[in-house]
């Protein structure tokens, strides 16, 4: 896929409603010792990370769980996961801090202004229903000129997927984001890319750099 086009995705006041509206503390409330894309998939994003992400970074995982996917041969200085389960995020090996935080109750994080040198927000993007805000709040915490690397994939939990993420394919999905990302007003040098490996799961990624 090339993203040569340029979709423009109307949203409506139900573009953020989900199958499941209960709260995601109960759903996230039992871990999940598992990846969420396959092994492949995976390497893809790693390899992005080892393109993107500057060696000793203070990096901010946002919905981390088990797996944050950077290279094991490069160190960063911080590495600090923001999800829904304590319990996923004490057994990922490479956070050195973790947050438990539910972004859709509470947009704000829970950080300070350019406390980060580089933002990850991996196969995660369409259970936000306050994209908008929580990328602005991205903008905030990370440093100007950071790499914001979020990445996504054709699987998530249908029941808590927004009714926008649902309605797209995946080419559309990556216009959406790219909506948000110039809505939130924080981010250039928006860059749209297929990272897909030849086998198993696609994995699309938008690189922006923080203004
Ligand atoms: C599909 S998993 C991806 C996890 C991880 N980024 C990865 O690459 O394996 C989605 C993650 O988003 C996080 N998440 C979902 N809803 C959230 C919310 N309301 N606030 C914060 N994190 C949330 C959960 O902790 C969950 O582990």
Known sequence: MAFEKNYTV????????????????????????????????????????????PNNAVILD?????????????????????????????????????????????????????????GLLCVSIDYLIHPITVLKEMGRV????????????DRYFETKATAAWLSLTDEQRGYLIKSFLVEAGCFENIQMMDCSPEFGDPLYAIVVRVV
């Open 10 to 53: 109307k949203l409506t006041e139900d573009s953020f409603r989900r199958m499941d509206e209960e709260s995601d503390e109960k759903f996230y409330a039992i871990p999940r010792f598992t990846s969420h894309i396959d092994c492949f998939a995976m390497d893809a994003i790693t390899d992005l990370y080892r393109q993107h992400l």
């Open 62 to 118: 946002l919905m981390s769980s088990l797996f944050s996917h950077l290279p094991e041969d490069v160190s960063y200085q911080r590495v600090v996961g923001l999800g829904m389960n304590a319990r996923e995020l004490a057994n990922n090996k490479q956070l050195t801090e973790t947050v438990v935080h539910d972004l859709n109750a509470e947009p704000t994080l829970p950080f300070d202004d350019d406390e980060f040198g580089a």
């Open 142 to 153: 990370l440093k100007s000129d950071s790499p914001l690397i979020i990445t996504y994939s």
